[in-house]
Each structure stands twice: as C-alpha cells, then as structure tokens.
C-alpha cells in the first residue's frame, strides 16, 4: 500500500505562484511513477505532469512552461512548481502514484485546492 499526502494549495492572483507537494508512505520502493492531476468544477480529472523513478516527465500542453515537475532527494516526493497562474487553473489538484508490482496498482492523494483570482 502506498499513501499520499498533499500541500501546498491556496488562493492567489493571476499571475502569481504555488508549490504543491506530495509525499508517498508505505511501499515507496514500488512506486515507479508519481504525477499531479486536477479537476475543475463540472470537468473530468485531467493529468497536469507526470515524472518517473528515472526522473522522465510530461506535462500537459495547457501548463507547459508555466508548470514543473520534482522530485525530493528522497525520492518519495514530488513538487508542482506553478507559475504565471491563470484563473482556468482553478481545481483541486490530486497527486498520483502508480505501482503495478503491488495488488492495488494506483493510488491518490486526498486533493487540494488551487484557486487563482483574477
């Protein structure tokens, strides 16, 4: 089992900044990817980025180059650094983590909220 616990969100103006973080627990060493996805209010969960335990990472078109993707020395965490935030950033945000070797594959973190005024 893995377990994930979020930070980081809040509310701030366009244009501004927030760093989300996200730590596992549990069984880390099955952890071969970890990644942020958010859902907006009347909107399907999308995946914001994504980073693998051989630090590869994909972001989606609409944060790239607003948006990066760590991880921690540690390598059970990892961080969304946002910048230039935009008020269609607006959702809660949820880390993810995914772990085929174990009986329950994937796993999510509880959800924090990112909202940007404008």
């Known amino acids: 089992q893995v377990q994930l616990v979020e930070s980081g969100g809040g509310l701030v103006q366009a244009g501004g900044s927030l760093r989300l973080s996200c730590t596992a627990s549990?069984?880390?060493?099955?952890?071969?990817?970890m990644g942020w996805h958010r859902q907006a209010p009347g909107k399907q969960r999308e995946l914001v980025a994504g980073?693998?335990?051989?630090?590869?990472?994909n972001y989606a078109d609409s944060v790239k180059g607003r948006f990066t993707i760590s991880r921690g020395d540690a390598k059970n965490t990892v961080y969304l650094q946002m910048n230039s935030l935009e008020p269609e950033d607006t959702a809660v945000y949820y880390c993810?983590?995914?772990?085929?070797?174990?009986?329950?594959?994937?796993?999510w973190g509880q959800g924090t909220q990112v909202t940007v005024s404008s």
């Open positions: 549990g069984s880390i060493f099955s952890i071969n990817a």
């Open positions: 980073i693998t335990s051989a630090g590869s990472t």
């Open positions: 993810n983590a995914e772990a085929p070797a174990l009986r329950v594959p994937n796993y």
